[in-house]
């Protein structure tokens, strides 16, 4: 059931890129030929005016067929015969409407869950802040050099890739309304000590001993342990949640690096895995809370600008961390690990309201993406018609087919090779 949702939603968010296309083509003139739901063999149509509307067998994404798009033609609609602006707004509205759905939907979502601001609500006794003078009430408004458009996920953002030297701060203070400048150290948290998955979570939002997704160096999937495995024991003393699994690591051992034992029900049966060694874990911190507000409508919608615009620079710099080594290749998603994301939040075991919420809200996360993804000027991508489009302008003339055609026929079978990678790292991940 949430593989089948989590098509839909993938599906669905393809969709409305390709209805971008549609969109913008019809507007300025170009004369399409062809919008299908799906791909694959055709299940039926019906034409209205120039275009054929299908209904295709296989249940992902759609397609737009523009006039000249797969053979040269001499109507003076077709696409490769407009002027450079219409064409750029033809390839550009595509991943244009996937970052507007994100904006749309973040409303939604903020407006039933509320929304983070940049008022601290709270300031642990130990928090590298406080030290340098923040207080609760203040706002902070940038850290390292960067603003912080939606405050949680951009501090968390930044303290993955921390390195614990000092970092300037930019804070308004609440009495005065001046902004202050001050530089603060990172902390680091407890260190824990872990197995490396995460659970599925109850209805009550905690999370329970069954095994939703092991982490790639988990010292369980060394051991044989898969997802969905419901862990009963850690070295012989009974657990039913994450947090007494928690307990007995951390607290219960005495000696907590040493190898543990692991026993899991799979399908009625009880297994045993030995000689499983805990790793310690810890991160940085500020060690603060910000403010959570609800119900103030612009609010809502400038918290879901801040989303959007927060969302699009962490794409940015995710994506610089693949080429400094902050995160490696074996972290890198697919279209799978998408499919597997989505499919968890429909099969965690919450009120349908908090599944449909945090549906909604990695389907504007996905969106988001998809649309910053397409602009990179990638072969193959829409990114990459437009730099084409770019090249044209300035040269004065069109670049020869023969080239273009070239350009694109590399950029599809690097970007196969890279989605056949990421399936050596999505399938263990998410279905093993």
């Known amino acids: 059931m949430g593989i089948l949702v989590a098509l839909v939603a993938l599906s669905f968010l393809i969709?409305?890129?390709?209805?971008g296309h549609f969109m913008a083509a019809k507007a300025v003139g170009i004369k399409v030929l062809e919008f299908s739901i799906f791909m694959g063999p055709k299940l039926f149509s019906f034409r209205r005016g120039e275009t054929q509307y299908s209904l295709r067998?296989?249940?992902?994404?759609?397609?737009?067929?523009?006039?000249?798009q797969d053979e040269a033609s001499d109507d003076s609609r077709s696409f490769s015969k407009q002027a450079i602006w219409k064409r750029a707004l033809v390839i550009g509205a595509g991943p244009f409407m996937n970052i507007l759905l994100a904006f749309v939907l973040a409303i939604g979502v903020l407006a039933s869950a509320g929304y983070t601001t940049n008022r601290i609500a709270y300031l642990g006794e130990n928090s590298p802040l406080k030290a340098?003078?923040?207080?609760?009430g203040d706002r902070l408004i940038s850290y390292a050099g960067r603003r912080l458009f939606e405050p949680g996920s951009d501090i968390s953002i930044l303290l993955y890739a921390e390195n614990g030297a000092p970092k300037e701060i930019v804070y308004e203070d609440a009495d005065t309304g001046e902004r202050i400048t001050r530089t603060v150290t990172p902390a680091r948290t407890q260190t824990v000590w872990r197995l490396g998955f995460t659970a599925v979570v109850n209805e009550k939002g905690e999370g329970t001993n069954e095994i939703q997704m092991i982490e790639d160096n988990s010292p369980l999937r060394a051991a044989g342990v898969?997802?969905?495995?419901?862990?009963?024991?850690?070295?012989g003393i009974p657990v039913s949640n994450t947090r007494e699994i928690q307990q007995v690591l951390n607290v219960t051992r005495p000696d907590k690096e040493a190898p543990l034992t692991i026993e899991v029900l799979r399908d009625g049966k009880t297994l045993v895995f030995e000689n499983i060694k805990p790793y310690a874990y810890s991160a940085y911190t500020l060690d603060m809370r910000f403010e959570r507000q609800k119900g103030n409508f612009f609010g809502t919608i400038g918290a879901a600008w801040n989303f959007s615009v927060s969302t699009i620079r962490n794409v940015f710099v995710t994506l610089g961390w693949l080429f400094n080594g902050t995160v490696s290749f074996r972290e890198l998603s697919g279209p799978v690990g998408i499919i597997g994301s989505v499919g968890s939040v429909v099969q965690e075991k919450q009120p349908v309201s908090d599944i449909i919420l945090n549906l909604v809200y990695l389907s504007a996360f996905i969106s988001i993406n998809l649309g910053v993804m397409n602009l990179l000027p990638i072969p193959a991508l829409d990114g990459s018609i437009l730099l084409i489009l770019l090249i044209e302008k300035i040269r004065g003339k069109p670049m020869p087919q023969e080239k273009v055609g070239l350009i694109s026929m590399i950029g599809f079978m690097l970007l196969i090779g890279l989605l056949i990678a990421t399936l050596f790292n999505d399938i263990p991940r998410w279905f093993l």
Request: charged share 30%; net charge negative.
């Open 15 to 19: 969709l409305i890129h390709e209805l």
């Open 57 to 68: 067998l296989i249940p992902m994404g759609g397609y737009v067929k523009l006039e000249d």
């Open 132 to 136: 340098a003078g923040v207080e609760v």
């Open 226 to 235: 898969r997802r969905g495995d419901i862990v009963v024991k850690v070295d």
